[in-house]
């Protein structure tokens, strides 16, 4: 007999009672990798004087790559009210910062594919192209040097906030590991500033991945008081990923880079901001252990470029959720409804061929809509092949859907909870009480009652993919509600950072400044 289609996706179930023990069990995972991996829990030279500056005091501007433009940071006395809500709390929120002759371009695969120096000669290009207009729309003096911040969106190791080494990329770039991503920046503006006369030299102010640059740009434009703050940074696109202040104590002394403070701050007391890269390595035996690695995902990672790379975004990331989506199906119409599988749409046979984008808006109003979408995107094979869709696998193909996303959404709750009690932010009780992590007293984070927790996201994959914030926040609250019981003592808030990448570059950059001119003077 054919299997019930939820009977069948029965491996991607995953309860609240789980999600708990694996936010247990990753938060353990998470303080083994800080103390221990040497491509995991990367430590930057952002302190929480940086993070956190004293309200009105960083003010200046600054730009980045792969998006180029100028930044504003507002003193305390030009903050706005936006008259646009706030999607959590549904309240106006102060725009603290204006981006000015922002551009875009999209990194072509010829420009991935060339020697890197082909790739910064780009960039520098770019960056040239947005320096000229601001020269003429501000009238900028040509012969003062402007201050440069930058996010890129790869694993680096930092020893200073304006030096990053690269580690190899990967996803179709051709740049290998400890090159200077500072230097190949400044050949590349210099090579257009030498054919363009009048563009001013550029310095490198400021670098940060792109998660530690959404977690500095959520806490600069966040609302914080006693009973509210912004805790962490979370990237759920393409790829996972997630950045939140830690103690230096937690890492592995050879990770620690110079950390940069603010005046009147002892650098030793300071938290600073760890890019975790947390889907790289170490989940696996977690999510192993409570049964949430499928055979579907073996399956997936064994096709991998690097199998046994990355587990976490494989179930959780917009790069991968449409290849899951396709292994399940496939399998289900070949081995549960005896279809051959040549006889099967040709773009359902090829890998990635049906997208995460596809999935993400796969669902209800009604079955027939349902069934010209499947109709359009992957016409049958043929007169002959004795396959046809019908709305009856249109409604399993969305249940497919649902199931991959409410099982990275739960995922990815269970991780952020974890992270943030690695963190010292949540105090896990019992068997991760005090006596076994010595957060509480030992930096002063652990949360009062019914503190609010926020967490900055950005990324299409949570935003758009089916119900994924939704659940997630579910999620989170069910997770604490299990450690907790009815009335936690903090509430979990996933609340939007969208652009933090430039707008992160920003006010790292405007902060570097600040101190770069202090020091000078």
Known sequence: MEPDIDDYLRPLSVNAETAHQLARELCRAFRQLAAESPVQFLATPVSESILRPPRGSEKGSGGT??????????G??????LGKLDLQNGSGHPERLRRHLEKSWPILDHLKNEHPDELFSWIGKCIAEVIS????????????TLPLGVTFSFP?????LSQAELMSMGKGFAITSKADLGSHLLQGYESWRASEAGLPPIRIAAIANDAVSTLVSFVYQSQENKSRKAVMGLICG?????????RQNMLHPSKLPKVE???????????????????INGTAPALRSLGLISKWDEQLDAAGEVPGFQPLEYMTAGRYLGELGRLILLDYLTNCQGYAADALPAKLQQRFGLTTTFLSHFKPPNPSALLTQLEVEFPASGANSGFVWTEELAIKIYKIAKAIEVRAAAIVAAATVGLLACAGDIELRESLGQAETGHSGANGSAVAAQTDLVVGYTGGCIAHFQDYLVDCQDFLDSILRQEFGSEPPCRITLSPCHDGGITGAGVLCGAAQAQYELTKG
Do not use: Y
């Open 65 to 74: 790559n792969l998006r180029v433009g100028f930044i504003e940071l507002l």
């Open 238 to 246: 393409t790829g996972s990923n997630a950045t939140i202040p830690l």
């Open 76 to 81: 305390k006395e030009e903050t706005t009210t």
């Open 156 to 160: 680096m190791v930092q020893h200073t």
């Open 261 to 279: 403070v603010l005046n009147g701050h002892n650098p030793d007391e300071q938290r600073i901001a760890v890019n975790t890269e947390w889907s």
């Open 133 to 144: 207009d601001g020269c003429q729309t501000f009238d900028l003096p040509r012969d003062v």
